[in-house]
């Protein structure tokens, strides 16, 4: 079980490109969650999604941003038109019911960098 | 207000101390608390679930006071590898996200 798998590990994109960031869950688990740690802040929910459905997305940038979790593939964040304070750390988890905690198979991928430049 | 606040850190501390962190949580309908671990904002990881009654696990304990909405954790005889930040986290009422505290650093000293 290779657990939550993300990449890249390091993404550097100029500012007004485009930064598209992949999560795949855990064998078994049909529900992701995008969370963004921004330098010397706690992690912030960004949104929630479930296969071809968004559940949640409260977190989430009005602009810019957008998710997708297709029925095939990889879970997909997705920023456009970068800028620089979109430099942060982007986690993924996923979980295999809808009542996620560590009780729950709440499991964290290990992250993208991204660096605006 | 946060959803949930932390003790301001960095805790400094010798091997062997014990430490107390504390957090509350403003929303009074949570319902599902955990202690996450962090190690130089690498992925966190569950250090463990937090119930009413209380848990212990090892040197860590974990409560919860929902009349006051506080919980806590106690780690004794601390070791280098506790070093790390410590993530408060809570589970609205309407479940699917986890919100977090903004974390308290942990520095164990020989």
């Known amino acids: 079980n290779a657990g939550v798998m993300q990449n890249p590990r390091h993404l550097v994109r100029r500012r007004g490109q485009e930064a598209r960031l992949r999560c795949s869950p855990m064998?078994?688990?049909?529900?992701v969650y995008w969370y963004r740690q921004l330098p010397e802040e706690g992690l912030k929910f960004m949104v929630y999604?479930?296969?071809?459905?968004?559940?949640?997305e409260s977190g989430m940038p009005k602009e810019r941003f957008s998710a997708e979790f297709p029925k095939e593939g990889p879970s997909i964040l997705r920023i456009q038109q970068v800028v620089r304070g979109d430099s942060a750390a982007y986690f993924c988890?996923?979980?295999?019911?809808?009542?996620?905690?560590?009780?729950?198979?709440?499991?964290f991928g290990s992250g993208t960098r991204l660096t605006v430049v | 207000r946060k959803e949930v606040e932390q003790d301001p850190g960095p805790f400094n501390v010798p091997e062997g101390a014990t430490v107390a962190f504390n957090c509350t949580y403003s929303?009074?309908?949570?319902?599902?608390f955990f202690w996450y671990r962090q190690d130089c904002r690498k992925e966190p990881k569950l250090l463990m679930s937090?119930?009413?009654s209380g848990n212990e696990d090892g040197r860590f304990t974990a409560q919860l006071n929902r009349a006051s909405q506080y919980i806590s954790l106690l780690i004794r005889d601390s070791k280098l590898s506790d070093s790390a930040t410590y993530l408060c986290?809570?589970?609205?009422?309407?479940?699917?996200?986890?919100?977090f505290g903004q974390g308290t650093e942990l520095s164990v000293k020989p």
């Open positions: 988890a996923s979980s295999y019911i809808d009542r996620p905690g560590g009780d729950y198979g709440y499991t």
């Open positions: 064998k078994g688990h049909s529900h």
């Open positions: 999604l479930q296969k071809e459905n968004i559940i949640d």
């Open positions: 929303n009074s309908a949570s319902q599902s």
């Open positions: 937090v119930y009413s």
């Open positions: 986290v809570v589970i609205p009422n309407q479940g699917g996200k986890l919100i």
